[in-house]
């Protein structure tokens, strides 16, 4: 399973906060949002649990690929001596767990996609109170995330980098937990593995 090829660090861009008077004096900062989450603490854990989650789904996975191959493998090997009714109804019970196969593939997929939103949503959290105490703190009218995969910036003046001071602000922090919510099923993503495709007999 490849849900999470990328892991935690694949998390969405942290963007802006702005809200300074237009009449003040516009001041502006960034930070480097991959650093943050590499450096925050209690990722590393978190990263760990939720690869072991996404192991046991894979597991799950295998476990259904290797049956059905084992079916197919069956239905091959007996075919030259099996009548016709029995090849049909062979093959019909192969299609039916063909189909709960890629069911089951999907709610996966699903089930993956909702735990990596769950990882990492408290994470996501506490980086957007931080950006807007720190923005607000430093008087800030805006930050800027030069992590973000899209990056206009070509030219920072170093000295405007609050990425040390938003981490700081996470770590005095405590991590407060947080309640997961439903989310909508998210579909599938990257590449799956698949048994060998049913044949007619």
């Known amino acids: 399973m490849h849900v999470l090829s ?5 998390a969405c861009s942290i963007l802006t906060l702005a809200a300074v008077p237009a009449s003040a004096q516009q001041k502006f900062g960034y930070v480097d949002s991959r650093r943050i989450l590499q450096e925050m603490p209690g990722r590393a854990q978190a990263e760990a649990a939720l690869r072991t989650q996404i192991d046991a789904l894979g597991a799950r996975e295998k476990k259904m690929v290797d049956s059905l191959n084992a079916m197919m493998s069956a239905f091959e090997r007996d075919s030259a001596k ?3 009714a029995d090849k049909v109804a062979r093959f019909t019970s192969l299609q039916q767990y063909d189909g709960m196969y ?3 593939l999907e709610a996966l ?28 703190a430093e008087g800030l009218a805006m930050i800027f995330d030069v992590g973000a995969q899209v ?4 030219a920072i003046d170093k000295n405007l980098d609050y990425s040390d001071r938003v981490l700081a602000r996470i770590r005095a922090t405590p991590a407060a937990t947080r309640q997961a919510e439903p989310a909508p099923a998210a579909k599938p993503v990257g590449p799956v593995s698949q048994p ?3 044949r007619k007999p």
């Open 6 to 10: 990328r892991g935690l660090l694949a």
């Open 82 to 84: 099996l009548t016709q």
């Open 102 to 104: 890629r069911d089951t």
């Open 109 to 136: 997929n699903q089930e993956a996609q909702q735990l990596q939103q769950d990882a990492m949503a408290p994470f996501l959290d506490r980086i957007r109170i931080a950006l807007e105490d720190v923005r607000a």
């Open 151 to 154: 990056n206009p910036i070509v």
């Open 196 to 198: 060998t495709g049913v």
